[in-house]
């Protein structure tokens, strides 16, 4: 609410300045800014679970589908981006935003760890974990779950890495370029939705994070 009040106040200033002066870049600024630290309190609302969500019975395949269209436009010409969904894709219940956020900060993870180009592939299939049969992440609770997976062709990860790859504002990337919250978010999300995420990598042969 707080940052609500600074975006109108600088969005109502903006129009009264003239255009190009030196108080319209100072507020352009100041809005850049706000929507940065709004993005970054939505984050941290996602990890410690507070933030509202708005579940709902979604088809998946639709949701990566609109998203790789999109991050083909945006991640270069050296990275590929590939789908394969299962056609009978089981639907789930939701938050189609976080659901979007969760695979947005995987691709986008991934890209950066393919600085010299790459491919990142997208699959989903429907997987029954059974207590005497396929079993998911850790703790994760018998039933039916949709299992989406994004793989890169990246630098890959070593086992310290891996380990604390969920922490919050833990990174690899230089001071910058992350909050060190993408990653904690997705774990958060995921948690929320009742669901649960595996990885699997190794350094110079790229990165699998396996969503359930």
Same mark, same amino acid.
């Given at each position: 609410?707080?940052?609500?009040?600074?975006?109108?106040?600088?969005? +109502?200033?903006?129009?009264? $300045?003239?255009?190009?002066?030196?108080?319209?870049? +100072? +507020?352009?600024?100041?809005?850049?800014?706000?929507?940065?630290?709004?993005?970054?309190?939505?984050?941290?609302?996602?990890?410690?679970?507070?933030?509202? *969500?708005?579940?709902?019975?979604?088809?998946?395949?639709?949701?990566?589908?609109?998203?790789?269209?999109?991050?083909?436009?945006?991640? !270069?010409?050296?990275? &590929?981006?590939?789908?394969?969904?299962?056609?009978?894709?089981? @639907?789930?219940?939701?938050? @189609?935003?976080?659901?979007?956020?969760?695979?947005?900060?995987?691709?986008?993870?991934?890209?950066?760890?393919?600085?010299?180009?790459?491919?990142?592939?997208?699959? &989903?299939?429907?997987?029954?974990?059974?207590?005497?049969?396929?079993?998911?992440?850790?703790?994760?609770?018998?039933?039916?779950?949709? *299992?989406?997976? $994004?793989?890169?062709? /990246?630098? !890959?990860?070593?086992?310290?890495?891996?380990?604390?790859?969920?922490?919050?504002?833990?990174?690899?990337?230089?001071?910058?370029?992350? &909050?060190?919250? /993408?990653?904690?978010? $997705?774990? /958060?999300?995921?948690?929320?939705? /009742?669901?649960?995420?595996?990885?699997?990598?190794? $350094?110079?042969?790229?990165?699998?994070?396996?969503?359930?």
């Amino acid at each position: 609410n707080l940052l609500l009040v600074i975006l109108i106040s600088c969005d +109502l200033a903006s129009k009264l $300045v003239p255009e190009g002066s030196r108080l319209q870049a +100072l +507020l352009d600024e100041t809005l850049n800014a706000t929507h940065r630290a709004t993005a970054l309190t939505r984050q941290l609302l996602t990890f410690s679970r507070q933030q509202v *969500v708005q579940m709902r019975v979604l088809e998946v395949n639709g949701l990566i589908e609109e998203m790789a269209t999109m991050a083909r436009r945006l991640i !270069g010409e050296d990275v &590929t981006v590939r789908t394969a969904l299962a056609r009978d894709a089981w @639907p789930v219940e939701a938050d @189609p935003d976080q659901i979007t956020q969760v695979l947005m900060n995987l691709v986008v993870n991934a890209r950066d760890a393919m600085p010299d180009g790459g491919a990142i592939a997208i699959e &989903t299939e429907n997987v029954a974990v059974r207590p005497d049969g396929p079993r998911g992440p850790d703790g994760l609770a018998p039933g039916d779950y949709l *299992v989406c997976a $994004v793989s890169d062709t /990246g630098c !890959g990860m070593d086992d310290d890495t891996r380990a604390r790859l969920f922490e919050p504002f833990f990174t690899t990337k230089p001071p910058g370029k992350g &909050t060190g919250l /993408g990653l904690s978010t $997705v774990y /958060g999300i995921v948690q929320q939705s /009742g669901g649960g995420i595996a990885v699997e990598s190794e $350094v110079g042969r790229g990165s699998t994070f396996t969503i359930y």
